[in-house]
């Protein structure tokens, strides 16, 4: 499993676009048939993918982790971004969609991936956080998730909010997840851009084709920078850094947040005409 060590805002402003990519961008971890992860010092999250075919995965115990199993001192979101598939837990089998959520909680020694048909293969993004508190395992399918309609094609951000593993939904220990979809015509998400340094933020972008780009906005709000990324690319937003976006088309993305707390609401605002 990579390890991927986070930069700070001293040394942010001066890292050039190689630098910010190997930093704060995790691309190409979806591999059909493989279970690929990437461990960063932002909040110990682990990030990645288990994209089975024929053969079922079983999630991996890392050396990294010192840890007798996966979910020893952790709890994981699992978002289906593909066909219908399976997520067995320890004796109990459940059904994903596509977009539903299983919520693991901490103590399950036993996590195993499947598809339920190879040539429409299921698709797990996973998002790992530490937890201290077990909570139990929770399915969350794709009509349950709250969704919210938000923004305007006016201001191009007109999009869907669904909340998946939160204070109101799926209980975690300090796991946040949902997806956003933005509506046809608009192509900008997260606005007016904000912070929040009590927790951090991961973003990965799905649902936009392999010709199609994510221009992803992050850094201080007096000075930012971008990150280009393609389908299902991932990128790591500490909470010193905004996080916002625009596509060359609609896209969605999975958010996850991981910290101190998990009020939704809890963000510092940083209003677009004091951007730079």
Known sequence: ??????????????????????????????????????YTDLDRAVVGYAAPQAEALTLPNYPELRAAYFTERRELGALNIGGAGVIKVGGQSYELG?????????????????????????????????????????????????????????SCNSR??????HKG????????????????????????????????????????GEDARVFHMMGQPTETRHIVLANRDVVLSPGWSIHTGVGTRAYSFCWGMGGENQDY??????PIETML
């Open 265 to 270: 609401a809890d963000m510092d605002p940083a």
């Open 98 to 154: 596509n977009l539903d959520v299983l919520y693991i909680g901490r103590g399950n020694p036993e996590v195993v991936f499947e598809s339920k048909d190879a040539a429409h293969p299921a698709i797990f993004y996973l998002l790992s956080y530490t937890a201290h508190t077990v909570y139990p395992v929770a399915l969350v399918k794709k009509e349950e998730a709250n969704p919210t309609d938000m923004g305007s094609l006016e």
């Open 1 to 38: 499993m990579k390890t991927v060590l986070m930069a700070d805002p001293v040394r942010y402003p001066r890292m050039n676009t190689e630098e910010l990519r190997e930093t704060f961008l995790l691309n190409n971890l979806c591999e059909f048939g493989k279970v690929n992860m990437v």
């Open 160 to 165: 869907t909010i669904c909340k998946y593993i």
């Open 169 to 208: 939904g799926a209980q975690s220990c300090q796991l946040v997840m949902g997806v956003t979809h933005l509506h046809p015509g608009s192509c900008w998400n997260t606005l007016p851009s904000h912070t929040h340094n009590r927790r951090t933020e991961v973003y990965m972008y799905f649902n936009f």
